[in-house]
């Protein structure tokens, strides 16, 4: 079982629709939960952090965050072509020994 | 200069060629970490390491070579590099190993290409 999972995608979703992308974890004792967005050929830039159960918002992205079920996910609002990019889940393990990337989904916005 | 940034952003190298690639922070971490991406594949740790000292090694092959020679700045070394070693390699630093309460932090990444 990997650490952290997404699935690839890709996802599309039209132009002013909400994205929803998912990301699981295995390690229940994870603390820190993370979304980079990394556009083609570019390299990961941090959009979300979460570290409590909930949501927390930031501008069109909320982040959610469900410990008991071991899911975070990011909804993203008003969704513009300029979204379209890989979205890679990143958690923190117990004690924060370990930080772990999933392998992403691609997102595509369509105009 | 702030954040991370990566030299060189380009590389085209042959198989028998010896380079370096540069990562240099100024955000103050003490972890800084090597990652390869290969097309349409997840990132993959190469090394880590925690004020210049090796903390994790991931199965590299030895023709990678890190160095570290002190906190701020972080090297990998390449030599007699295969074809399928083509990919982007990102730098990262944190403030602490593994710690990442603000997340990790990346460089622009160096596109290499070995012919």
């Known amino acids: 079982q990997k650490e952290v999972e997404q699935n690839s995608g890709p996802l599309s979703v039209p132009e002013g629709a909400i994205a929803s992308l998912n990301c699981t974890y295995s390690d229940r004792g994870s603390q820190s939960f993370f979304w980079y967005r990394q556009y083609s050929g570019k390299s990961p830039e941090l959009i979300m952090s979460i570290y409590s159960n909930g949501d927390k918002e930031d501008g069109r992205f909320t982040a959610q965050l469900n410990k008991a079920s071991q899911y975070v996910s990011l909804l993203i609002r008003d969704s513009q072509p300029s979204d379209s990019a890989t979205y890679l889940c990143a958690v923190n393990a117990n004690n924060f020994n370990k930080f772990y990337f999933g392998s992403g989904t691609k997102l595509n916005v369509k105009p | 200069e702030t954040g991370v940034t990566q030299t060189p952003r380009h590389l085209v190298m042959g198989m028998t060629n010896k380079k370096s690639l540069k990562c240099e922070q100024h955000?103050?971490?003490?972890?800084m970490y090597w990652y390869k991406q290969s097309a349409k594949k997840p990132l993959e740790l190469m090394f880590v390491y925690s004020l210049e000292e090796r903390v994790e090694n991931n199965s590299v092959p030895s023709r990678f070579s890190p160095e570290c020679p002190n906190s701020s700045h972080l090297f990998l070394h390449l030599h007699t590099l295969q074809p399928e070693d083509s990919a982007l390699y990102l730098c990262?630093?944190?403030?602490?190993?593994?710690?990442?309460?603000?997340?990790?932090?990346f460089g622009s990444g160096t596109r290499l290409t070995v012919v």
């Open positions: 955000l103050g971490h003490n972890a």
């Open positions: 990262a630093s944190s403030l602490e190993p593994w710690q990442a309460i603000d997340g990790y932090t």
